[in-house]
C-alpha cells in the first residue's frame, strides 16, 4: 500500500536523512508506531512516517517545528527510512503568504512615499514606510530563527529513531548533502 503521508518528499530540502536498519521494513514500521510517546508523536501510514518531537511549552506540536517525512524501504540488508524535516505544510503556506503580502504592502508605501515626497519632508516622514518596510524582515528573521532552534529537535528525532530499533549499534545514520 502506498503511502499519502509522505507526498511532499520533492521539497527541497538541505537537510535529507537516510537511516539505514538491519530490521525488515514492516518490522520497523511496528517499531515506530509502537514507540510514540508524550514526547514524541507521529503517524505510520502505509510505508510512511510522519514524525515531531512535541515541545513541553505547548500542548500542540509548535508551529515552526520541523517534522520528519520520511519512506521506509526495503534493502538487501534490512530497510532504509529516507526522508526530510521541513515545516508543516500550512505553516509554510502561511509564512509565505505573509511574508509575501507584508512585501507588497511595503512596495505600495514605498512607491506612495516617493511621489508625494517634497522638500519640506522630513526623516519622520519616513518613519511609517520604514515600518512597513521592515515586516517582510521580521517574518524572515522569526522563521529563521525559529528554524535554528529547530535543530535540536530534529536531532532529538534522529536519536528517538536509533534507539527504537531494535539493535542501534548496526544501524548508520547519514546526512545527504544536496549539491548545488
Known amino acids: 500500500m502506498a503511502s499519502t503521508l509522505p507526498g511532499l518528499l520533492w521539497t527541497p530540502s538541505r537537510n535529507r536523512v537516510e537511516i539505514d536498519s538491519p530490521l525488515a521494513s514492516g518490522t520497523a514500521l511496528a517499531h515506530l508506531q509502537v514507540g510514540f510517546s508524550d514526547e514524541f508523536r507521529g503517524k505510520v501510514e502505509g510505508n510512511g512516517v510522519k514524525l515531531?518531537?512535541?515541545r513541553g511549552y505547548a500542548v500542540s506540536r509548535g508551529s515552526f517545528a520541523p517534522i520528519f517525512y520520511g519512506v521506509v524501504t526495503e534493502t538487501a540488508t534490512g530497510s532504509r527510512l529516507s526522508g526530510h524535516f521541513q515545516m508543516h505544510p500550512m505553516t509554510r503556506?502561511?509564512?509565505?503568504?505573509?511574508i509575501g503580502l507584508s512585501s507588497l504592502l511595503a512596495l505600495v508605501f514605498l512607491v506612495v512615499a516617493a511621489q508625494r515626497a517634497t522638500p519640506?519632508?522630513?526623516?519622520?516622514?519616513?518613519?511609517?514606510?520604514?515600518l512597513v518596510a521592515l515586516l517582510p524582515l521580521t517574518g524572515t528573521l522569526l522563521v529563521r530563527f525559529q528554524?535554528?532552534?529547530?535543530?535540536?529537535?530534529?536531532?532529538?528525532?534522529r536519536e528517538w529513531i536509533g534507539k527504537l530499533l531494535e539493535n542501534p549499534d548496526s544501524f548508520v545514520v547519514r546526512d545527504v548533502k544536496r549539491e548545488t
Open 93 to 98: 503556506l502561511y509564512t509565505a503568504a505573509w
Open 147 to 157: 528554524q535554528s532552534r529547530g535543530r535540536a529537535d530534529e536531532e532529538a528525532v
Open 52 to 54: 515531531w518531537r512535541s
Open 120 to 130: 519640506e519632508s522630513t526623516g519622520a516622514d519616513a518613519l511609517p514606510v520604514l
